[in-house]
């Protein structure tokens, strides 16, 4: 069978130049045609969930639902709730029975990206499925069967996680019969400077980068790949004295931060605010990811739990949340809507939402990647506003999983307002719990 890749795409689609990256393309679409799970590896920020999107979409089920699920920003003791779902009453709070994830995505694809942060008895579960072996929503009496092709990512190590005893080892071979490795983006030039044109071009089409500027981010080692490179383009888009844009390596700020003299980054303040640093800088420097940052400082992820929570209460603020934790923290809500698709105006409910997107209810079933607008008054603002984005997901209920495009500031910003606010309800609660 003939492959197809394509060097770049416009309108902020994929850029595949580096013969690294067409390689582990290539294998996506070969390994798409098979039933079998997926492993993705590589570092923070290199582009799994991309890979994940090309195994979807050159399967068989490519019309089928398309749900990602990030394991890391799910709190660990809703984790089976989510993934399996639940009975009305199987909980404090359980007031309606609710679908997981693996039943809204049946006969489609489920991503769970940071699959090494599941725990022990979730990954049991998860091996059942796997095997097509019924489940018990949590609290159900009644058997789940579903049909869904599950394609995992992870940033860490899992053969050291099951050298240490933290996964399951037959998960682990389960998963890695296919494993697809993603190569960092400092190996991958030509998809690093594609990918910044694309990034600039989107912010100023008439953009340019200085030839110093070029240099800087090609002996960048980016860390954070491709998720650091975006935002760093941004920022100095932002410092820009130019117009047109001309980005130069000083507006890109690539240098090394201040260290002392054992290399270290400068610290100072007290002991706990010394502290506090060393903490956020380690979850910035690991993408957010817990595990990795806390293996860094010598500390067990239980205790840098523990710590990120006092932060919180000492503050009395959702904003020391990680920024992975605030994007996919969902709401729940039940608010009539207006969905516009095409030409076509709908009522919708609004069934939750986050920063990034949100589930509605509509009396039609509208196909994947399907572009649309939502309108509705941000809850507890006044603000009405207009959220676009496109179709992730649907069933056969009629439910639909929308992922936001670019939300207009004002509108962005009124909803991050009372998703932090609700964010602090929900810390509130545990702590009176």
Not at 224 to 252: C, D, K, Q, Y
Not at 293 to 313: H, N
């Amino acid at each position: 069978m003939s492959t197809a890749v394509h060097n770049s795409c416009v309108d902020g689609g994929p850029i595949v130049r580096s013969d690294a990256l067409k390689r582990v393309m290539r294998l996506a679409e070969q390994v798409a045609q098979h039933p079998a799970a997926v492993l993705i590896v590589g570092e923070t920020g290199t582009g799994k969930e991309m890979i994940a999107h090309a195994i979807h979409n050159h399967s068989l089920r490519c019309n089928q639902p398309w749900v990602d699920v990030n394991c890391a920003a799910i709190p660990e003791h809703l984790v089976e709730s989510e993934l399996f779902g639940y009975e009305k009453g199987a909980f404090s709070g359980a007031d309606t029975t609710k679908p997981g994830f693996f039943e809204i995505a049946d006969k489609g694809t489920l991503f769970l990206d940071e699959i090494g942060e599941l725990e022990q008895k979730v990954q049991v579960k998860l091996l059942r499925v796997l095997d097509n072996v019924p489940y018990f929503r949590l609290g159900g009496s009644k058997k789940i069967h579903v049909d869904v092709r599950l394609v995992a990512a992870t940033n860490q190590n899992l053969q050291e996680l099951v050298n240490a005893g933290k996964f399951r080892r037959d998960l682990y071979h389960r998963l890695a019969q296919f494993t697809l490795e993603v190569p960092p983006l400092r190996d991958r030039p030509e998809d690093l400077l594609g990918i910044a044109e694309q990034v600039l071009r989107q912010h100023d089409p008439q953009g340019s980068f200085a030839p110093d500027a070029v240099s800087a981010m090609l002996s960048y080692a980016w860390p954070g790949n491709v998720r650091e490179l975006r935002n760093s383009i941004f920022r100095a888009v932002m410092l820009a004295r130019h117009s047109p844009t001309v980005i130069s390596a000083a507006e890109l700020r690539l240098a090394p931060k201040a260290s002392s003299s054992n290399g270290t980054a400068a610290l100072e303040g007290d002991l706990t605010g010394v502290e506090r640093q060393m903490i956020f800088s380690a979850l910035e420097r690991f993408g957010g990811n817990q595990g990795k940052a806390a293996a860094a400082l010598g500390i067990s992820r239980r205790t840098l739990l523990r710590k990120l929570k006092s932060y919180r209460e000492n503050e009395a603020a959702v904003g020391t949340l990680t920024a992975e934790q605030q994007r996919y923290y969902r709401a729940d809500v039940d608010e009539p809507v207006t969905v516009r698709h095409g030409t076509e105006s709908s009522r919708a409910t609004l069934i939750n939402i986050s920063s990034g997107g949100a589930a509605l209810s509509l009396d039609k079933t509208l196909r994947f990647g399907t572009s649309l607008r939502i309108y509705f008054t941000v809850p507890g603002s006044g603000y009405e506003a207009e959220f676009p984005g496109r179709v992730a997901w649907s069933n056969r209920a009629g439910e639909h999983g929308i992922q936001f495009g670019q939300i207009e500031a004002g509108a962005r910003a009124a909803l991050e307002r009372w998703l932090q606010s609700r964010m602090q309800a929900a810390v509130v609660h545990e702590q009176a719990g």
